[in-house]
């Protein structure tokens, strides 16, 4: 049971289109997926995460959802929940999900940076959000 790699970061971000274009006009960053208040982008190859969050104060917004999350293997999902526990950390609440996108725990360290270990990949996600269009395209 080990962390496999960086899997992803994403930042709390102000205004999506704003921070969107920054992220490709001056890094050069693809854009990946758009919808709503979410942007996923390739950054050198690093999955980059831009989470719209305009109802939190600017004081509290790199804190509100901005994180560093590591890959894991789905088989150790449980294992790590246990370990982390047994170590006193407390797992936070997620967001809400689809399984096909994989198992999250989201926790601090002890200075307050919010970390994350996340057993699906960019591509599952896409895939994901992907056929979930599709369904709700289907049904419109």
Request: charged content about 20%; overall charge negative; hydrophobic content about 40%.
């Amino acid at each position: 049971m080990q962390v496999q790699g960086l899997n992803h970061i994403t930042f709390s971000v102000s205004e999506i289109e704003r921070s969107l274009a920054f992220y490709q006009r001056a890094l050069k960053a693809k854009l990946l997926f758009r919808e709503g208040a979410t942007a996923y982008l390739d950054l050198g190859g690093v999955w980059i995460a831009l989470n719209e969050q305009r109802d939190t104060p600017p004081n509290e917004r790199s804190r509100a959802y901005t994180h560093v999350a590591f890959t894991i293997s789905p088989a150790d999902g449980e294992d790590w929940e246990a370990r982390l526990t047994k170590q006193g950390v407390s797992i936070l609440p997620g967001r809400a999900r689809t399984p096909e996108e994989g198992l999250s725990l989201y926790f601090t360290d002890p200075d307050g940076h919010l970390l994350e270990l996340h057993t699906g990949s960019l591509a599952q996600r896409l895939s994901a959000y992907s056929a979930k269009a599709v369904i709700e395209n289907s049904t419109a």
